[in-house]
């Protein structure tokens, strides 16, 4: 038994390293000062300033994803907390698994309204996980050590803990977590294995299946992107993913389709439409993926893995529900599949690739680059071109049409290499993720693909970049508009463009050096690889103003209240017969 | 040029579905929740219900062991069979609630309420109140020359008979406690 006696802030920094925290990110006030001195005396925990609390959670966010191990992050009381809250919201709807910690007021001026005072607790309950304010210095050990477990136990997510300045200062009794009391809190993993039988019936009986995946096979761990690979390899099943699930079956792989939804690609979101059998990995019916709810996949048998109860039946009911942890029902799946001796449908499947190859035909992504204004999907495409050898490149994202382009047109061969905020939609996430994943991986090659608008959210974060020294390559696709507000005002209002472009930007080269980083205009197609290779060259921080096409659309795209088969297109795409007129058109 | 042929009024104008998918009858359930006493948890249930826009009809809530800490909420809701299932669903993952129980689903239960009844008024009414009180088994709990407290325990609709009969009597002011609901038989929770 190791019980020492320390002050609350000592326990902070000692629970942290029992943790196995190596990263925090955070920002000082009145209210942490007394964990700030523990962290300033001790060297196993490395601290990143950051410029402001939002960028702290997005960057700890983006540790945990690059790394599957929580992000911290430590940040002052009011608002402190409060410039925290669209980092937790964001990680709770991508069920990110990050520890943060406020300070507050001390105990006995709780109420008072006091300097920098806010209702932490009430304000941040409904966009945590689960959240404790902690009134005595015995209670705060047990109390983090349950909110590590809670952040990375069943479907992850956000957790906070507030603590009053009296409890840092006052000393009690240091609990490590294996003294500590067990939570009751532990959602069930394993799978029903009469339902993981029906599973695997299906699966020999289907003629039209599809797996589609998400996050949550992610969230399990590299282990569920191995055996997903092994089924879906096993059967020569298609399958597409969600946004969030990017990387856990390869983009080079046999069965693979793209992305689906919104702006996912035709043959994704036609296979969605006419499959009989639908197998939905880690993923949640968002509403970005099913549109018009009542003609989703309306011919299909549906089974859902899923670890939170509450995802099932949601949004879409499923035949078949199997809540457990992917990793575990998928391994169940395979040992049952391997004890039946269970083959496919061979013939039927044939003749669904067959179908799926003449959607594939469509060419969805197809466009065309000519004349002197750079494409943003050429630049994309490029991007992906010169850096898909790099052996250790993560991709970041803002939000808006530059993360569908790079969504579209970037490969990912690994889980864990793409960052991007998918259930929030957070503009100014992609930057400061960019910062968490260099500090996560100091070698790597970090991009972020980056729209102006969005990536002024969180430009501040460029001191940190440079402070730390993390090489993170900001990739900005310069339209001077809000791209996709601008999409919706022409496609769905009117083209009236209400405050949709970007006035008084700032010159990006200038801004770079301004924070004593390198900057690099790209204006003409020519140019765009030597450019790129540019960036990648530089030892440090590098922001890339590319002008691209001002009034590029996303496609394809599903207008929302519309079902899978009522997708746009765009001009480009090989369409033959399919639509009757020129332009993009319903098909 | 608008590449779509959308309809004015349509919900394709929105970034949403806004056609409600849920053409279901409503239902109305008892839930028995079973929480960790601990701060802001009662909290955490009634910003589940307003975030997520369901209704609650009636709330009870008190510690029910002392030694364990945990508390029973009793509340009644009412929504489509999804949405009632998504409740309990949303209700089991919040971190310090133990059990979520539907005491409508699962076998009989006996629900009560108790109220109490300010009622004031001279002669004739004050007697006939009175009257009307000892047919409901109504205790009396207070009392002055002018009015009474009835207390009141039984299901939320004799609660409703009772206070419908005191109206026009001089029902000056009620207090309901919500619905305590136990299920029938010999097993417990």
């Known amino acids: 038994m190791s019980k020492k006696q320390m002050t609350g802030a000592r326990m902070v920094v000692e629970a942290l390293k029992d943790q196995g925290v190596e990263v925090v990110f955070g920002y000082p006030g009145g209210a942490v000062l007394p964990i700030y001195d523990e962290i300033f005396q001790q060297n196993r925990i490395r601290h990143v300033l950051v410029r402001h609390e939002q960028g702290a959670v997005h960057a700890a966010e983006g540790y945990a994803r690059s790394t599957g191990k929580p992000g911290v992050v430590l940040v002052t009381s009011g608002p402190g907390a409060t410039n925290a809250v669209t980092g937790l919201t964001d990680a709770l709807l991508d069920s990110i698994p990050i520890v943060v910690l406020t300070g507050q007021v001390p105990t006995f001026m709780i109420g008072t309204d006091g300097f920098q005072e806010a209702d932490t607790v009430g304000i941040t309950r409904p966009c945590t996980k689960h959240n404790w304010l902690v009134k005595e210095t015995d209670r705060l050990a047990p109390v983090l050590h349950e909110a590590f477990h809670v952040a990375v136990s069943g479907r992850p997510g956000p957790v906070l803990v507030d603590i009053p300045k009296d409890v840092q200062f006052a000393t009690g009794t240091y609990v490590s977590p294996k003294d500590t009391k067990t939570s009751h809190y532990a959602p069930r993993t394993k799978g029903d294995a009469d339902m993981v039988r029906a599973l695997v019936e299906a699966i020999e009986g289907a003629k039209r299946p599809v797996f589609y995946t998400g996050g949550g096979v992610i969230n399990s761990g590299p282990k569920a992107s191995r055996l997903l690979r092994e089924l879906v390899d096993t059967t020569g099943f298609p399958i597409t993913s969600t946004l969030m699930g990017l990387g856990a079956y390869p983009a080079s792989g046999k069965g693979w389709l793209g992305m689906l939804g919104m702006h996912g690609l035709y043959e994704a979101n036609l296979a969605m439409h006419d499959c009989d059998l639908m197998i939905n990995v880690g993923a949640r019916f968002d509403d970005r993926i099913t549109g018009r709810i009542q003609d989703f996949s309306p011919n299909s048998v549906k089974a859902h893995i899923d670890i939170d109860p509450s995802s099932i039946n949601k949004v879409i009911h499923v035949e078949m529900p199997i809540i457990g942890d992917v990793a575990s029902v998928l391994e169940d799946v395979l040992a049952v599949w391997k004890e039946r001796g269970s083959r496919v449908n061979g013939k039927a499947l044939k003749d669904w690739w067959k179908q799926i190859a003449e959607w594939k035909a469509i060419d969805c992504l197809k466009f065309r680059q000519e004349g002197k204004t750079i494409k943003p999907q050429h630049a994309v495409q490029r991007l992906e071109a010169l850096t898909k050898d790099h052996p250790d490149r993560y991709i970041c994202t803002e939000v808006g049409q530059h993360q569908m382009w790079a969504a579209q047109y970037m490969d990912f061969d690994e889980p864990n290499r793409w960052m991007t905020s998918g259930g929030l939609g957070t503009m100014g996430y992609g930057f400061p993720a960019s910062i968490g994943v260099q500090m996560a991986h100091p070698d790597a090659l970090v991009i972020n693909v980056a729209g102006e608008a969005s990536w002024l959210m969180n430009m501040q974060e460029m001191g940190t970049a440079i402070q730390y020294r993390l090489p993170v390559k900001q990739f900005i696709l310069n339209n001077e508009r809000l791209g996709m507000v601008r999409q919706w005002q022409e496609l769905l209002h009117g083209e009236r463009y209400s405050h949709s472009w970007s006035e008084a930007l700032p010159d990006f080269v200038k801004l770079a050096e301004a924070f004593g980083a390198k900057g690099i205009r790209i204006d003409d197609p020519a140019d765009l690889d030597e450019g790129i290779r540019e960036m990648l060259a530089y030892d440090g921080p590098v922001i890339v103003d590319c002008l691209v096409e001002k009034h590029e659309n996303c496609f394809p795209m599903i207008p929302s209240g519309k079902p899978h088969n009522e997708m746009i297109l765009g001009e480009n795409a090989d369409t033959r017969n399919a639509i009757k007129e020129g332009g993009a058109v319903l098909v | ?189």
Request: hydrophobic share 40%; charged share 25%; aromatic share 4%.
């Open chain 2, 1 to 189: 040029m608008s590449a779509l042929k959308i309809k004015k009024g349509s919900s394709s104008h929105s970034a949403y579905d806004l056609r409600d998918p849920n053409v279901q009858t409503v239902e109305r359930h008892t839930l028995a929740v079973i929480v960790a006493n601990e701060a802001g948890v009662l909290a955490r249930v009634i910003g589940l219900f307003s975030g997520r826009g369901y209704n609650i009809e009636s709330l009870t809530v008190a510690e029910v062991d002392h030694e364990g800490h945990r508390s029973r909420i009793t509340v009644v809701t009412t929504g489509t069979p999804s949405v009632i299932e998504q409740i309990k669903a949303q209700l089991g993952r919040i971190v310090p609630v133990h059990e979520v129980h539907d005491l409508t689903t699962e076998g009989p239960a006996v629900e009560r309420e108790l109220a109490l009844f300010k009622v004031s008024g001279k002669g004739e009414r004050r007697v006939e109140a009175l009257r009307l009180a000892d047919i409901f088994r109504a205790n009396v709990v207070d009392s002055t020359l002018e009015s009474f407290v009835f207390e009141v325990t039984g299901t939320s609709e004799k609660i409703d008979a009772f206070a419908d009969l005191m109206r026009p009597l001089g029902l000056d002011e009620m207090a309901r406690t919500g619905i305590a609901a136990l299920s029938r038989g010999k097993s417990g929770l």
